[in-house]
């Protein structure tokens, strides 16, 4: 079982960044595949970023490439998503995901752990 627990979310205005982290608890996440996902109010869960388990291979959403890079150091460090020229329309919970395994992947039903999710609000 692994239970991730995101880190860093909150208010920003139009056009400013945020760093979100992912952390396992009790293990690393050296082993696993990660993935970022967004699901705002009224809206089914979306994409946003995965990174395979070497970090040798980022994939992101349309709507965020070029303004979010998600990264991870090594097995003792969480996995990060750096979120830049942020819009109001970024707003959003924010959940990582894990799944086992190299390979990322996009869609939630790939991931088998989930954290509690983290509130973007970017205000306009």
């Known amino acids: 079982q692994v239970q991730l627990v995101e880190s860093g ?5 139009d056009g400013g ?7 396992a608890s009790g293990r690393t996440l ?6 970022w996902f967004r699901q705002a109010p009224g809206k ?13 291979a980022t994939y992101y959403a349309d709507s965020v ?7 991870r ?3 003792k460090n969480p996995v990060w998503l750096q979120m830049n020229s942020l819009k109001p329309e970024d707003t959003a919970v924010y959940y ?3 799944r086992g395994g190299s390979v990322a992947a996009k ?6 752990y989930w954290g509690q999710g983290t509130q973007v609000t970017v205000s306009s």
């Not at 089914?44 to 040798?56: D, L, Q, Y």
């Not at 490439?65 to 990264?71: D, E, N, P």
């Open 9 to 13: 979310g909150g208010l920003v205005q």
């Open 96 to 98: 990582c995901a894990a």
């Open 73 to 75: 150091g090594d097995a």
């Open 17 to 23: 960044s945020l760093r979100l982290s992912c952390a």
């Open 107 to 112: 869609r939630p039903t790939d991931y088998s």
């Open 65 to 71: 490439k070029g303004r979010f890079t998600i990264s």
């Open 30 to 35: 050296s082993s696993y595949a990660m993935g």
């Open 44 to 56: 089914e869960r979306e994409f946003v970023a995965a990174i395979n388990w070497s970090g040798s």
